[in-house]
């Protein structure tokens, strides 16, 4: 039997790009990370940088103008931007996300006015939550009519990410209130249509550099291919684009983990007590193994994920939910452990594990909290 049957690993064009996302993301987007946070201020830096590499946009096919990255790439592009910037992972991560539902189900010529715009250079929003409708997402208010060759939306979406930065949002509006669920649908909405707006910022506890906004639409008209699929699609079309993306998330989580990871070792190799690095002390090794194999194992479940997305699976819900909750979880755990590690000074801004924890908090809350993946994995395993 051949030794190597059944043994898994990336192949040479990932490390490759992680090679190259690692040395961009160190030399161009980490020395900026701590500013963006202090001042939440947009990461124009990094946008540039990955604009300038393909890496804002990794998975927009070559047809279109991109690289035709697969899902296991986008997650190693958002992991290692994460690793040094949370903030500036939610380009990539975000890009994804707003255009996913057009490439599962939009009309060509939909994706010819969009992807190409987005491999240039811009960004796209994805426009779900509202105030009354978080995890119930089928509890939307906000309207879509159609008027002869237009479509006429009116409502707020809250929580958008990157609102008031991207070009193109992506945007869940009821068309059919008598049908629930099935009476909604997905439109593409670009930011200079009339009727659309934007709020001022909300203050957050961390990616602070990600600006989250309102998104108002008061009769905001948009031409009739602006909708993605039939009518009363876009409730599935929403948990298919959820079902690829939330190892992304899951991705970010565990960049976030990773920069934790090493800049403790870092820390814990130059800090001394009682005469000697506490790397030397036996409680600091558990704690680092610790953090390591989690973050490892979190690691292999995203781009299984990614993996299985990507080859067109189906039931990707438990997997993707998973892969999303675990790492989330990690990153959490392995961020509060590495301000443990660093003491006073990690409860500091002078050091970027404080930055790190706060930024991880938030990975276990979008694009579904932990609580609704733990149901959806629930329900999947309940139901054979």
Known sequence: MNPDFGIYQLGVEHEALREAVRALAEKEIAPHAAEVDELERFPHEAQAALVRTGFHAVHVPEAYGGQGGDSVATCIVIEEVARVCA?????????????????????????????????????????LSEREAGSDAAALRTRARCDHDHWVLNGTKCWITNAGESTWYTVMAVTDPAKAASGISAFIVHK?????????KERKLGIRGSPTREIYFSDCTIPADRIIGEPGTGFKTALQTLDHTRPTIGAQAVGIAQGAVDASIAYVTQRKQFGKPIADFQGVQFMLADMAMKTEAARQLVYLAAARAERGEGKLGFISSASKCFASDVAMEVTTDAVQLFGGYGYTRDFPVERMMRDAKITQIYEGTNQIQRLVMARTLLNG
């Open 192 to 200: 200079d249509d009339p009727g659309f707006s934007v709020g001022p």
């Open 87 to 127: 903030s500036s992972s939610l380009i990539p991560a975000v890009n994804k996300l707003g255009t996913m539902g057009l490439l599962l189900g939009g009309s060509e010529g939909l994706r010819k006015q969009v992807l190409p715009s987005l491999a240039a250079g811009s960004m796209v929003s994805y426009a």
